[in-house]
């Protein structure tokens, strides 16, 4: 066999490759203007993301290195969604950056940078292995970031315990990979689904105990990355220690970088074993149930927890529920409504951080009481978090309910037309019955900013960057809750692209 | 397509709703004044477009002042889509007047003014728009939107209990919401070409099969159930109306309330006729307890407003009895009379009891007597009002209940309508005996010696109600024509 060099087609990469080289330019910058650029840094990293953005669009779809680096729509919807991320977090770093890391700033954003590199080649490869570097690519700037607050116990174990559930989880990812590689004799994923096609495997003997153990190591794997009960116990902790917005962007993006990484190696990648034994049912059902258990889980754990990142983070458990009620629709309406929720939910969830984030550094609490009196004090600060919180909880007008709408739609429509899928009625029967307990504590907060006849103590102006990032939020929940249509018709090319329905 | 006097109705709110927020915080007379100033817009406009809808169409079953169907989402099908028609204009009128009535009779708000004239003209947009939509997601959308400023002017401006009442109020209608929601779901999925058009989904929703009817019937029935408050499912109201302030109270009463039973006629009724003609007995049974439980419950009460709060569940429980009585067209007419007459007159007592509570600072019944020597003008009303409540002949109550025993007595049981009717004798008793024991009787110089008479402001907050609880009662013939076209429609589309 003649061996034939792929074609490269570098140009494709060139928002990677410029967002990389920016990372290396702002931890250099602050390195060689001896720390003493206050934050120039952070709007230095601001720029470079939102240059970015715009390389990304002048790039257009294509794809380069043979079949492993796609540009297509699903690729380009997830990386706006992880530049708008790490848009939103970094600029909710500021008031971090002058209290307590003053000292290291550029890698504080050079490694949110990274992080998002690594994001953004993952939701372009299409191929185990660039796959799981991307993977990889993301965590490991966030394990830092996770315990950035050196002095900080908390902080510290944050990041020990993210690294240790992180590096665990990996490893069982790369062994579902292997076994997956061993069964399909290839790494790249459309390869793969004709191979597996074509062996027609059984759940007999050997092979049949190496599929079920491929797809629940997959499953771990990927369900950690996810904080998809049972393999959730890591975020309460993690998110509570570690810089807000930090948290905020583990929340977002690294949640929508798993989803990517789970609609790429089991929605397609295994959708092929829908012919001879298995149908995407067998293992759906199972997913159902984690799902569901993320639901009732985060929703009900959420409501005792005093400390607002720990409640968000239980919160954030709950929402990952919601969201595999549309991927395991295993429809086009299905996985448009996954990332249309994971949009909405960017600007709702970033914006709530944002705003946890300024309240932390001002009167360093972070508990939900502290919060007492606000809407008085503070109106502007306590009306966008009302905003972002009723958002969450999925009261109209405002995005959230759009997208959990549309998440919904695609479950009821798939358990309509195929009488094996009528468990998703279930899954979104608790949807909606735990969506009524969701209300009770993301309203707790409306009901301390806004109820209490006490004054509260804290009169907080917000500041340039911190406000931006608010009324980022504040548009776009607003904004897609209202006219939806754009996004909703972009997020609708992305089935077609991901590839996974054959017929 | 002429002036969008529709759309103005939902956007003027929310545009008056923009302006107060800009309004400087510490100028209480200039938010005040102008947020019943914008209110009164689309108040004279519903009174035009029950003027005008009198003359041009009230004699046509067919949607009024119809605006789109624009799409707004076009992916899902989701349509802005609003019209009007015979069961929805008079309610109009009755949400734009009490807008303006709970407004004028706000003024007495004295902490946090710029948020609540704010909240109270965002609710009232969506009080509006859910009367007007024609498509089901909108439709939706309005009935949520409502439930936000509703949390928040029970929750900071109510009684002691208010966050409790609040929450209480908010969890109870989102979890009748998402019962909705399926229901809506499912009907947008059995529709072809998926729509959730109000009106082409009554065909949809004919067709299906009896066991998926059921389903979406028993869910939307939750639904609404929930907001009306149908028994069981009235837990809630006697918290929210005892917490929420005055104007508030109104507004749950007046318009709230109503929300649910039109819910039933525009949506849920003709849309699932063979599911209807099964459950219809059940439905007027529910009524019927909720007369007679809500009655008695009312009997019972030492605060002044838990009684009105009660009485209104007693009420609303006519509406459902006739609701129940679908074949019968003066049933539901008198359906229609109820929901507008209970409006009226709730509304005016919840605005007495305020009158009072504002003076005395207290509501218990046990605490007053004699009242109507001290006060002649304030008492002559609210003994009014009592009257009408009753079912006194000459008012609008005696109408619409009228309606509903002759018509349900031909469509329902005997037995049950005429233990029914039992009803209207326990509602006298309670309420002449609250009559008697707060204005009649010895009064107690020395503690309510320094009580005032009511004033002009709160006189002119009544003296619409008045009227028109007056002139329902002793004209009814342009109400019931102005309906008359529309509900003989909306029993045909029952019966099929």
């Known amino acids: 066999m003649e061996f034939q060099l792929p074609e490269y087609n570098l140009l494709k990469m060139l928002p990677e490759i410029f967002l990389f080289v920016w990372a290396l330019v702002v931890v250099t910058f602050d390195l060689g203007t001896k720390r003493k650029t206050g934050s120039t840094v952070g709007y230095l990293a601001l720029l470079g993301l939102v240059v970015t953005g715009v390389i990304l669009i002048f790039t257009g779809y294509g794809r380069g290195f043979g079949n492993m680096f796609f540009n297509d729509p699903l690729a380009l919807f997830f990386k706006m969604i992880f530049l708008g991320a790490s848009f939103m977090a970094i600029g909710s770093s500021f008031g971090l950056t002058h209290q307590k890391i003053v000292n290291h700033r550029g890698e504080y954003f050079g490694l949110i940078l990274f992080s998002t590199v690594g994001m953004m080649f993952l939701s372009s490869s299409n191929e185990l292995l660039s796959l799981y570097i991307g993977l990889e690519l993301t965590t490991i700037p966030l394990f830092v970031l996770a315990a950035f607050f050196k002095d900080d116990k908390l902080s510290v174990e944050a990041g020990v315990k993210y690294l240790v559930v992180g590096a665990f989880s990996s490893a069982l990812l790369l062994y579902g990979l292997s076994f997956l590689y061993g069964l399909s004799g290839t790494t790249d994923i459309l390869l793969m689904k004709v191979n597996l096609a074509v062996t027609q495997l059984k759940f007999e003997g050997n092979i049949g105990i190496i599929l079920i153990m491929t797809i629940m190591l997959l499953l771990a794997g990927i369900g950690f990355k996810l904080s998809l009960p049972p ?47 298995m149908t995407p049912n067998d293992w759906g059902i199972l997913v159902g149930v984690l799902a569901a258990a993320a639901m009732i889980l985060g929703n009900v754990v959420a409501i005792r927890q005093n400390n607002i990142k720990r409640m968000l983070a239980y919160s954030s458990i709950a929402q990952v529920g919601y969201i595999m009620i549309g991927m395991l629709s295993f429809n086009e309406l299905g996985m448009s409504s996954v990332a249309f929720y994971i949009f909405t939910y960017m600007f709702a969830n970033m914006g709530a951080f944002a705003v946890v984030a300024f309240f932390e550094d001002k009167t360093g609490s972070c508990q939900i009481e502290s919060y007492s009196g606000l809407a008085k004090s503070s109106p502007l600060l306590a009306a966008a978090m009302a905003v972002f919180m009723l958002s969450l909880a999925g009261i109209p007008p405002l995005a959230g309910f759009l997208a959990k709408f549309y998440v919904f739609a695609a479950a009821i429509k798939m358990a309509g037309t195929d009488s094996a899928y009528h468990w998703l009625y279930w899954l979104v029967g608790i949807g909606l019955l735990t969506s009524v307990f969701a209300l009770y504590y993301y309203a707790n907060v409306i009901k301390t900013m806004y109820f209490s006849t006490s004054d509260s103590p804290y009169k907080l102006r917000l500041t340039a960057p911190a406000l931006m990032v608010v009324l980022i939020g504040l548009v776009g929940v607003f904004l897609f809750g209202l006219y939806p249509e754009p996004i909703m018709k972009f997020a609708s090319n992305i089935p077609a692209s991901l590839g996974f329905i054959i017929d | 397509m002429g002036f969008p006097l529709l759309s103005s109705l939902v956007f003027i709110p929310i545009i008056g709703m923009l302006v107060v927020m800009f309004l400087p915080k510490e100028r209480h007379q200039v ?5 019943t100033l914008i209110s009164v817009v689309p108040m004279l406009i519903s009174f035009w477009l029950v ?23 076009p992916i899902l099908n989701i349509q802005y889509y609003l019209g009007v028609d015979g069961i929805s204009i008079p309610l109009l009128a009755l949400t734009g007047l009490l ?32 009367f007007v939509a024609l498509d089901f997601f909108l439709f939706y959308v309005f009935w949520e939107v409502m439930l936000v400023p509703m949390y928040f002017l029970i929750g900071i401006w109510g009684g002691p209990r208010r966050e409790y009442a609040a929450i209480k109020f908010f969890l109870y209608t989102l979890f009748g919401s998402i019962f909705m929601l399926v229901a809506i779901l499912i009907l947008y999925f059995t529709s072809e070409p998926h729509s959730l058009n109000i009106l082409e989904l009554r065909a949809t929703g004919s067709a299906m099969s009896y066991s998926l009817q059921m389903v979406c019937f028993i869910f939307l029935f939750i639904a609404f159930a929930i907001k009306v408050p149908v028994w069981p499912f009235h837990t809630w109201l006697p918290d929210a109306h005892v917490e929420a302030p005055t104007a508030v109270s ?14 039933m006629l525009r949506v849920s009724w003709p849309m699932f006729p063979e599911a209807l003609r099964s459950l ?22 030492k605060d002044l407003k838990k009684l009105v709060a009660y009485s209104s569940v007693s009420h609303m429980g006519y509406c459902m009895l006739a609701l129940g009585a679908i074949s019968s067209v003066q049933a539901i007419t008198g359906c229609m009379f109820q929901m507008i007459s209970h409006g009226l007159i709730t509304g005016a007592l919840f605005l007495l009891v305020g009158v009072l509570y504002d003076r005395a600072h207290t509501r218990e019944i046990a605490a007053f007597g004699g009242i109507g020597a001290k006060l002649p003008i304030y008492s002559g009303i609210m003994v009014f009002f009592s009257m009408a409540a009753l079912g006194l002949p000459g008012m609008s109550g005696f109408i619409s209940e009228f309606m509903i025993f002759i018509g349900a007595f031909s469509a329902l049981s005997k037995v049950m309508v005429g233990i029914s009717v039992l009803g209207v004798v326990l509602g006298a008793a309670y309420m002449l005996r609250m009559v008697q024991r707060v204005f009649l009787g010895e009064f107690d110089q020395k503690r309510w010696g320094g009580l005032t008479e009511i004033n002009f402001r709160e006189i002119v907050t009544v003296g619409p109600l008045m009227l028109l609880t007056l002139w329902i009662g002793i004209y009814p013939k342009p109400l019931n024509d102005l309906m008359a076209a529309t509900l003989e429609n909306l029993v045909d589309l029952m019966a099929r």
Request: neutral net charge; charged residues 10%.
């Open chain 1, 231 to 277: 393999f959730h116990q890591w975020a309460p902790d993690v998110y509570e220690g570690s810089p807000t917005p930090v948290a905020a962007f583990l929340s977002v993006g690294s949640k929508a970088a798993g989803l990517v990484a789970f609609a790429k190696i089991m929605v397609n990648g295994l959708y092929v074993f829908y012919d001879p034994v």
């Open chain 2, 280 to 301: 219809s007995f059940w439905i007027a049974l529910l009524g019927a307890i909720a007369i007679i439980y809500g009655a008695l419950v009312s009997m019972a009460q």
């Open chain 2, 31 to 35: 938010i005040k004044w102008t947020s």
């Open chain 2, 250 to 263: 109104v507004i749950l009463a007046g318009v709230l309330l109503k929300m649910g039973t039109y819910g």
């Open chain 2, 51 to 73: 003027w005008d809808y009198f003359f041009k169409y009230a004699g046509d079953a067919a949607m009024a002042y119809v605006e789109g169907p624009v799409s707004w989402i």
């Open chain 2, 99 to 130: 807008s303006t009535v709970s407004l004028l009779a706000s003024f007495n708000i004295n902490f946090r003014v710029k948020e609540y004239f704010a909240f109270f003209l965002l609710l009232e947009a969506g009080m509006m728009g859910v």
